[in-house]
């Protein structure tokens, strides 16, 4: 098992498989209740506390990316009423946690009749990479699979966004699996998480970073002079040990004007990581499928894997 002890092994199958269960529960919940003029921060939070029902935490905040936004977008505690538009795509793309094990997962809800092709896409994608997996596999081989399913569509990878290795605590671990053939010999062995995540676009394919970020990550203590300071950096470090946060998980520590001062100072500082949301850079409309797997010693599991998928 790649020097994985065997206590190790089977600790994280099993946390990573509560967490699968618990995401891909509360992604069907989503995918029943989102709709057109609903509240941007309503979804979020019934995503969230689906994921709390079924005995986890959320591994980072709920994502909800809609149109040319293609992630790291989710309600903050500063915005008014944003609402789902009409004929948006919406990419729901949500995390639990046991014990730090993270479970990973995303779907494409659309409400645009002229994207199916563009939905169809990813999903294929995602099932396609499924398809190649076995231990041993390289990175370049499943990035291969994915560009070949979603440019059979005639749409586009965005080559910029990537899956990733997930290791405790760690939602991105070092290792990115391409929607691209990168021809990369990085081998996915026994004892490993992933989550791969096809993202297609009738787009250029690229990415660009919005001016201002709402997902955070806690990532060392730094001295201020402001005592708030130090309540949201033992929230990020101790309590969510460095996996993503948002500002509305904070609401109950202080002001709104606190947390969001708090917040900008600390990333000034150095303590806090700023994930910036990220468009796509031609404005082309983009869609997203995303599953965790863990390698087994005999073969794939799909962790988040739901039913009809």
Known sequence: MSGVSSADYDESLRAFSSAGRAVSRALIFAKEIVHEGMPVVELCERVEGAIRANGCEPGFPTNVSIDSVAAHYTASISDGEVLIPKQAIVKIDAGAHSKGYIADSAITVSFNTQAEALVLAAKNALNAAISVLKVGVT????????????????????????????????????????????????RLTAGTAFAIEPFATFGKGHIKDDRE?????????????????????????????????????????????????????????????????????????????EHTIFMATDGPLVVSGREGD
């Open 139 to 186: 990175v370049g081989e499943v990035g291969a699979a994915i560009e070949k399913a979603i440019r059979a569509q005639g749409v586009s990878p965005v080559v910029d966004l990537s899956g990733h290795t997930i290791e405790r605590y760690s939602l991105h671990a070092g290792v990115n699996i391409a929607n691209y053939a990168n021809r990369s010999s990085h």
């Open 213 to 289: 970020g709402r997902i955070y990550r806690g990532i060392r203590r730094v001295r201020s002079p402001i005592k708030f300071d130090q309540r949201v950096l033992e929230f990020a470090i101790e309590e969510r040990k460095g996996m993503p946060f948002t500002d509305r998980w904070l609401r109950n520590t202080g002001s709104r004007e606190e947390v969001l001062s708090s917040i900008r100072r600390l990333v000034r500082f150095g303590g806090l990581y700023e994930y910036k949301v990220l468009l796509e850079s031609s404005g082309g409309l983009v869609s997203q499928f």
